[in-house]
């Protein structure tokens, strides 16, 4: 019964895409259900993922959530986004029993156990005043970014929160063809073949560009399609206008697959751009492309078969996660819905994907939460 219903949710999503441009059918189980030769990932929704917090600990709106070499969970939450009410514990005096602020940095094991929390301001270096985007690097170290007005740095620390770099600096910023300084910078990806930092660069500036992970020394940097990039403003998007030539702000996310491909979120303008590792335009995809708003495309992890079959990107507008073939970005499907059960979302910001194909989501806005999707159905044989 399961994978009839699956098929009819694919069936629907498939024809809502092909004739408006924007996806709906949606189910709790996250369901869009392929067949043994292929089709999308099914995935059932773990509601008891993660276990309680100690401390009375309350997770605040989630910047971001990364998996590392161990299948352990990683997110960056945003402690200034939670109320008085909220923190009752610690006012003054106290107005409630519960609660207190987590840590920014959070680590869990795939079993939800909390493993350790550190972050905020420290010797040395500038923690930004809200935090977005996390990446665990090959190394073990845990990259941080941050997207409030003055926040244009990244910051680099062992997987015990020891400073170690930062790119940039809070408050100083030069556009988007400076080599030095960055733009409220909105996510981070280390490709450890060249040991590269690539960030998406973000919020105010209009691009990727990459430094060396240890020393910072900048490297190469490109806009959308490969171009030098423009701060022209682009005004507000437009579906039925001339396909944008640069990024919207925000450049979103960024992404290399093992067979050395970036994928880009170039959230407003409802899109993901593929290029290689030198900026070189390769191809792009539209999602949802009537979306208003915020857009479509929050952010884009792979699965972690051999040869990645398949691209999920969160959109945090429409509420679910799209899943789509890497090797020519077509579309299969989708899941998710909102609302604030088990299994929906509400301003689904971040996705990522671990060893096992099971996937983490986090929520901004009022949805502050993370989730674990549980993969049902494997990637097909190869």
């Not at 290029?275 to 208003?292: H, P, R």
Request: with cysteine.
């Amino acid at each position: 019964m399961k994978s009839l219903h699956g098929l009819f949710v694919l069936v629907a999503v498939l024809a809502l895409v092909s004739v408006t441009g924007c996806g709906g059918a949606v189910t709790e189980e996250a369901t869009a259900a392929g067949d043994e030769t292929g089709g999308a990932p099914v995935f059932k929704v773990d509601p008891f993922w993660p276990k309680p917090l100690p401390n009375d600990w309350l997770i605040g709106e989630v910047g971001g959530i990364a998996v590392d070499s161990r299948d352990h969970i990683w997110v960056v939450q945003r402690q200034g986004s939670l109320s008085e009410d909220e923190l009752g514990a610690v006012q003054d005096p106290p107005i409630s029993i519960c609660c207190k602020p987590a840590p920014p940095v959070m680590e869990f094991d795939a079993e939800g156990n909390f493993i350790q929390g550190w972050g905020g301001p420290g010797e040395g270096y500038e923690w930004p005043a809200r935090e977005h985007g996390i990446f665990v690097d090959y190394k073990d170290n845990v990259w941080v970014g941050g997207n409030a007005p003055d926040d244009h740095q990244v910051l680099k620390l062992s997987r015990d929160g020891t400073f170690l770099l930062q790119i940039g600096q809070a408050g100083k910023t030069g556009g988007s063809n400076h080599t030095e300084y960055l733009g409220r910078p909105a996510d981070i990806y280390v490709d450890p073949e060249a040991n590269e930092v690539y960030v998406a660069d973000g919020y105010l500036n209009k691009r990727v560009i990459v430094f060396d992970a240890d020393t910072g020394e900048y490297k190469r940097h490109w806009g959308a399609y490969g171009e030098k990039p423009d701060d022209t403003d682009l005004g507000l998007y437009a579906p039925n206008a001339p396909v944008a030539k640069q990024f919207r702000n925000p450049v979103h996310a960024v992404r290399i697959s093992n067979d050395g491909l970036v994928y880009v979120a170039d959230r407003v303008n409802n899109r993901i751009q593929v290029f290689q590792k030198d900026g070189t335009f390769v191809k792009e995809v539209f999602i949802a492309k009537k979306t208003l708003g915020p857009g479509s495309t929050w952010d884009v992890d792979l699965s972690q078969d051999a040869k990645q079959i398949f691209l999920y990107n969160s959109d945090g507008t429409n509420q679910q996660v799209w899943m789509l073939l890497r090797e020519d970005l077509t579309i299969l499907g989708a899941f998710g819905h909102r609302g604030r059960m088990a299994g929906q979302f509400h301003w689904v910001h971040s996705v990522a994907v671990d060893s096992q194909g099971n996937m983490y989501t986090g929520e901004v806005n009022q949805g502050r939460r993370v989730q674990k999707f549980v993969l049902q159905m494997s990637p097909p044989s190869e």
